[in-house]
């Protein structure tokens, strides 16, 4: 084909300053691809058009995008010649603040809603161009400030970009995830120090909850971070992650189980502002020195006088608690499987520390869930 034939066939949907073009009479399998996967059904629409022109390789046209996702914004695309043709097509906002509501109205009820963008750019393209991949990605700059006011403590007021591409798109909404650049410095949380910050958001559907009903969105703000302190007498960094949704107050920071690790009784008292619980004891049973941290969970509350509400415990110990002796000395009934639920809530004095205890009592061959109060 030639690069008249390029300008030619553009040229032909053009009518007055409106650009309509059915995909399908380019002639290139790629093209008709991408539109079926992220524009199903749909002409590619620019009106008005404010310029297009042509050089020896390409044709490109841009004004106002009337398909649904660009709706409004400041389309370009480009059509190239080649072996087969190519298409690329960049689309702006031209009125901030902006939602990914405005290109889903799907997500109009999710946390996207209130996400605002100060700049938001779609990029749809038939072929790879360096790293970038064929499909349809996104990239935007994120007002912390006015999107995630009650974090702001915790995530700082500086803008954030998110980028990403678009896997999916079912019955109008997305399936993507928008990570952020460089970390964010951590914060001092006076209880509890939190490393660097790092955020991704992520839009996926979910399905009908009833038989024929309708399919649902659901948006989140992966929040993930570290905590550091001494296990076994050297410095050990915990990463921590938290989701962000609908209505969210408060932050629930969890370790990955895979990350935690055996420490010391003192060692993890550090994690509770310094209240002990080294002599913890019920009945005859005393918790060893050395136990596997199992769970580590942080609420960080914004509206709470301490931001920290909670931090919670759950340490697994190694040995087993008999109950019942036999005559010649071994287990009749022990307690195994032995977890410690510690949880310390603000103001984090020994006052806040409840403690529960879950095990397996093991008679002969049978097995009962034990749950008891320490004190």
């Given amino acids: 084909m030639s690069d008249q034939s390029v300008a030619t066939i553009l040229r032909n949907y053009i009518s007055g300053a409106r650009l309509d073009l059915p995909v399908n009479k380019l002639g290139a399998p790629a093209i008709q691809e991408v539109f079926a996967r992220f524009l199903p059904g749909e002409n590619l629409v620019i009106d008005p058009i404010t310029t297009q022109a042509g050089d020896a390789t390409a044709y490109t046209v841009a004004g ?30 031209t009125s901030t603040p902006w939602a990914l509501a405005t290109s ?30 064929p499909g349809l990605s996104f990239k935007g700059t994120l007002d912390i400030s006015s999107s995630l006011g009650l974090f702001v403590f915790l995530l700082g007021e ?20 928008l990570d952020a650049g460089a970390a964010r410095v951590g914060k001092d949380l006076h209880v509890i120090k939190l490393g660097s910050i790092t955020l991704a958001l992520s839009t996926e559907t979910l399905p009908p909850v009833r038989q024929g009903g309708p399919f649902q969105a659901r948006v989140s703000l992966h ?17 921590l992650s938290a ?3 609908t ?16 420490a010391g009784l003192e060692e993890l008292g550090a994690l509770l502002n310094s209240v002990s619980i080294k002599g913890l004891s019920y009945g ?92």
């Fill in 158 to 177: 500086s803008d954030e970009t998110l980028t990403g591409n678009v896997e999916s798109i079912t019955r109008g909404i997305p399936v993507m995830r």
């Fill in 247 to 262: 209505g969210s107050s408060a932050i629930r920071l969890t370790a990955d189980p895979s990350s935690l690790v055996s």
């Fill in 64 to 93: 106002t995008g009337q398909n649904r996702l660009f709706r409004g914004m400041h389309v370009s695309v480009t059509v190239r010649a080649g072996t087969q043709l190519q298409i690329l097509l960049t689309a702006d906002a």
């Fill in 284 to 375: 005859d049973f005393k918790l060893e020195d050395q136990v596997k941290l199992t769970e580590l969970e942080l609420v960080v509350d914004p509206l709470g006088t301490s931001k920290i509400n909670r931090v919670g415990l759950r340490l697994q110990s190694t040995q087993q608690w008999d109950l019942l002796k036999r005559a010649n000395g071994l287990p009749l009934c022990s307690v195994q499987n032995i977890h410690i639920q510690t949880t310390l809530r603000a103001p984090f004095s020994a006052d806040g520390l409840m403690l529960a205890l879950y095990g397996e009592v093991v008679l002969n061959n049978s097995r009962i869930v034990l749950q008891a109060i320490l004190t």
């Fill in 104 to 133: 889903f109205p799907k997500l109009a009820d999710t946390l996207a809603s209130a996400l605002q963008f100060k700049q938001a750019s779609w990029r749809l393209a038939s072929s790879a161009e360096g790293s970038q991949p």
């Fill in 223 to 239: 929040v993930g971070t570290s905590l550091t302190f001494t296990a076994q007498g050297k410095p050990v960094a915990i990463p």
């Fill in 243 to 245: 989701s962000i949704g």
